[in-house]
């Protein structure tokens, strides 16, 4: 966390707000970020009783007051030097979304080979199912514009971690502007999410918004 608050303050020019989303922790993690919210002036804490990424970020983010939204996984695996190029895009270049992709050409990732089939392999089938153009869905190094909050947040069904794909091919059928932004990522390997179990509920959520949108071109 010092090391995103460095980097905010390293850039006056934004006006910033920090929020720890702590969704059903089991460990420390709640009173690890109390001590940081009293420590850091701009970060805020919220506790959720329930798990899942997409729950937490519809409530947070359904608040609203910010022109520009950004997640990002609380262990930092990406490298925040990409952070003004995120900005840059959703306030200068006009695009409505901006995702972190590992996958890219100009990308460096570090991980291993396990978490690289899985993530590749899932990504492709992404693309053969939806004949997406974005490279990597489940990066969680995201930005929004207010406005693509504000319309694609109700539309999005899933809480878990299948709220990143879901909202980007539900952004990308409605015509949005999404940059594919190239990211440096280490893997962080005390990592507790479960890889295998998270991948199936991905493909059970990638069913399910494909029967939505073949239902929906039928209208």
């Known amino acids: 966390m010092a090391r ?18 702590n969704n059903g922790s089991t460990d420390h993690t709640a009173e690890v970020a109390e001590a940081l919210a009293k420590k850091y002036a701009g970060l805020r804490v919220c506790h959720f ?22 997640y990002m996984d609380v262990d930092l695996s990406t490298d925040l030097e990409a952070m003004p190029k995120m900005i840059a895009s959703l ?15 100009d990308s460096m990732t570090k991980r291993s080979l396990r978490r690289e089939l899985i993530s590749r392999s899932y990504n492709y089938l992404v693309r053969l199912t939806f004949s997406t153009q974005l490279t990597d869905l489940q990066c969680g190094f995201k ?4 406005e693509a909050v504000a319309y694609l947040l109700p539309l999005v069904e899933d809480r878990g971690f299948f709220f990143d794909t879901e909202i980007l091919l539900l952004a990308e059928k409605r015509g949005y502007r999404i940059l594919d932004l190239p990211v440096t990522w280490v893997e962080n390997t005390d990592s507790r999410v479960k890889i295998l179990r998270t991948a199936w509920v991905d493909v059970m959520g ?6 939505s949108f ?3 071109s039928h209208k």
């Open 4 to 21: 995103l608050h460095d980097h905010l303050q390293r850039h006056p020019e934004h006006q910033y707000e920090i929020v720890i989303g």
């Open 49 to 70: 009783a329930v798990k899942g990424r997409g729950g937490v970020l519809r409530e947070i983010w359904g608040r609203g007051g910010a022109d520009i939204f950004i």
């Open 91 to 105: 306030a200068a270049e006009k695009f409505d979304l901006v995702t972190g992709t590992r996958l890219h050409r």
């Open 143 to 146: 930005g929004f514009s207010k």
């Open 206 to 211: 990638l069913i399910r918004l494909r029967r």
């Open 214 to 216: 073949r239902a929906d």
